[in-house]
């Protein structure tokens, strides 16, 4: 991941569900398209200066790659940059974007037949609906299952889009709404109340099984359901190496009863060597910036993966990991905003 932000101006606007979300659409110079190569499912981080503070959030690219560069931002209660986003940015002006990175990535073979399916709620949508257009348009002999929770009708990204795929793409595209409180009218277009939880997953796995031995579950949503479906996969005995999973909104951090201890860490960070010191209880991220030193980093709540280091020497405890796989971890890889120290000595890498 390049971690320099570049200046990209907005090329469009569009507000989604009403206002609720915000599409925003930015022009590429062609110098910088190497640069912004992504792969469907990828974030870029954006940077602002409100109030007075930096202020570094990470958005999913909502289209595939070789369409025009899109993020879909959903308005949180409360949110600043969200709601900064909705309300004050225009088609003309610029915004510091960082290149694409993320694991939760999906790569089209056009050789390869495949069957996909894709579990989503709410924003979850936007990795999902990159991953399943990728899929549809370069990967030809495969299909695709999307299961996709909201509250009603009027809560549906990318309604009139999904409904356009699934007539493009009849024999390759399935669509099934999950409504938790759907109007009286809108009840009849949903597949099923309630959310995507186990009896949904299995019941949409029972109604399209595969068509190809090699097969892939896309989870995106609120940590909740990405647990629920996740285990209802397992007990039809999916290895865990097919099901790729990413949290979207909802995601805490677990109680713990783990105490941070104060440390000495050595980070090696742009080809250099530094000593920084930890406070006890004090994020490993937040130590690093406080000596004065420059890491990536963007959402600073375990999800998007950007602040990851190579943890090679000493221990620490980390609250949330969503970022990272079970053989992340293993390798040493820890998130430097989620970690506190356990021993008093630490080495870690951000050059790996």
Not at 89 to 99: I, N, Q, S
Request: glycine content about 8%; some cysteine; hydrophobic content about 40%.
């Amino acid at each position: 991941m390049n971690p320099d932000f570049f200046s990209l101006k907005i090329s469009e606007i569009r507000p989604e569900i009403n206002g609720k979300a915000t599409s925003v659409t930015f022009d590429l110079p062609t110098s910088l398209a190497e640069t912004f190569c992504w792969q469907a499912g990828q974030h870029v981080t954006l940077r602002f200066h409100l109030n007075e503070k930096e202020q570094r959030r990470s958005y999913t690219i909502s289209n595939p790659p070789g369409a025009l560069l899109r993020i879909t931002v959903k308005r949180v209660a409360g949110g600043l940059v969200s709601n900064h986003i909705g309300d004050h940015l225009k088609p003309g002006d610029t915004v510091d974007v960082m290149p694409p990175f993320g694991q939760f990535s999906l790569t089209p073979d056009p050789l390869k037949r495949r069957t996909h399916y894709f579990f989503g709620a709410g924003s979850g949508i936007t990795p999902l609906f990159a991953m399943i257009n990728a899929v549809l348009e370069k990967e030809p002999h495969s299909v695709a299952h999307l299961i996709y929770g909201n509250a009603d009708c009027e809560s549906i990204i990318f309604g009139e889009e999904l409904d356009i795929l699934k007539t493009d793409h009849v024999v390759r595209f399935t669509l099934r709404h999950v409504l938790s409180a759907p109007s009286l009218w809108s009840w009849s277009s949903s597949w099923r109340k309630g959310r995507v939880d186990a009896d949904a997953t299995k019941a949409a796995v029972k109604e399209t099984p595969p068509v190809a031995q090699d097969v892939h579950y896309w989870i995106c949503g609120p940590g909740a359901m990405n647990a629920d479906v996740s285990n209802a996969l397992m007990a039809l005995d999916v290895p865990a190496s097919r099901i790729h999973m990413e949290s979207f909104g909802g995601a805490t951090v677990t109680a713990s009863s783990v105490t941070g201890i104060a440390a000495n860490a050595q980070v090696e960070l742009g080809g250099a060597t530094h000593e920084v010191p930890v406070a006890a209880d004090q994020t490993l991220l937040n130590a690093i910036l406080s000596a004065g030193l420059t890491p990536p980093f963007s959402c600073q709540s375990g999800v998007c993966g950007a602040c990851k280091a190579r943890l090679t020497k000493g221990q620490v405890h980390m609250h949330a990991r969503m970022a990272l796989e079970d053989s992340d971890v293993t390798r040493g890889d820890i998130l430097t905003c989620q970690s506190i120290a356990t021993s008093d000595k630490l080495s870690i890498s951000f050059d790996n």
